[in-house]
């Protein structure tokens, strides 16, 4: 049934505020893709956005792989945000206690809460690491307003160590902290209930045509553990609202026209689920 759901129909019943502003967003753009920035300069970074925003939904980053981090970067990407309305989301992939992911998230060179829209968070410590970032946020800037977390339930690379078990207790957790929860990073939608609740799935990639499209929707891997699987099996197999693509577009020789395609096959597999 939330599969089949448009979004808008789901932004109506989202319970958390930054999936609803989300799901909106991922409506009017008719866009369902994040690009992941994965490179080493802010140069890099702030052209990548530049070229893909209008294309994209949430532009992903990874600050402390950055060789030239500064708050002068931040600004200039939070102005393209404007400029291209799209989210800013910092993969930090918290995972440690409350206390001291607390202190990570809003302190410490980066000041995440500052500029990130969206983080990520592992289940590993439990509730007490939603706890940690939520009193973090309330005490340095007064509330949750226009912030929220993605857990990560499910990891992509091969021979993840997130079992169905822990994947079922990771969903669970978002599921009850709908307050700071706008989704869950997953690589299948069983057992996510909540209709607001919004799937990121990356590891996505289109198949290298010599290979031949394989029927299991499979595109293959990287080398290092990451598995790919084509943009269409990810929306219509695996539950993906918001896909992740970071190397099919960062390395393609051309970005702009790269995230253009994919914003439009993620597009097109979108209506066909919904039936529009
Ligand atoms: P790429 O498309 O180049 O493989 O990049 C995938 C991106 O998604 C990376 O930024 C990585 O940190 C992130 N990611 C992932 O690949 N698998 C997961 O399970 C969770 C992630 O956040």
Sequence with gaps: ERL????????EKATNTMSARLLRLMASKQSTLCVAADLSSTDQVLQLA???????????THVD?????????????????????????????????GHTVGLQYVAGNFHIADWADLVTVHALPG????????????????????????????????????????????????ETRADFVAGVVSQSATGISSIGLIQLTPGVRIPVAQNGAQTNGSSGSDGLGQQYNSPHHVVLERGADVAVVGRGITEAANSAEAAELYRDVLWKAYQQRVGE
């Excluded at 759901?5 to 932004?11: K, Q």
């Excluded at 393209?80 to 989210?87: R, Y």
């Excluded at 309330?138 to 993840?160: P, Y």
Aim: glycine share 4%; aromatic share 8%.
């Design 4 to 11: 089949r759901m448009t979004f808008e129909a789901r932004a």
């Design 50 to 60: 530049n070229t893909v925003g209008p294309y994209i939904c949430i532009f992903k």
């Design 65 to 97: 792989a950055l060789n030239d981090f500064s708050h002068k970067f931040v600004k200039e990407l939070q102005e393209l945000a404007k400029t291209h309305n799209f989210l800013i989301m910092e993969d930090r992939k918290f995972g440690d206690i």
């Design 127 to 174: 509730p007490g690491i939603m706890d940690g970032l939520v009193s973090c946020l309330e005490t340095h800037q007064s509330g949750l307003r226009d912030r929220a977390c993605f857990i990560v339930a499910e990891m992509s690379s091969k021979d993840t160590l997130t079992t169905p078990a822990y994947r079922t207790e990771a969903l669970k957790l978002a």
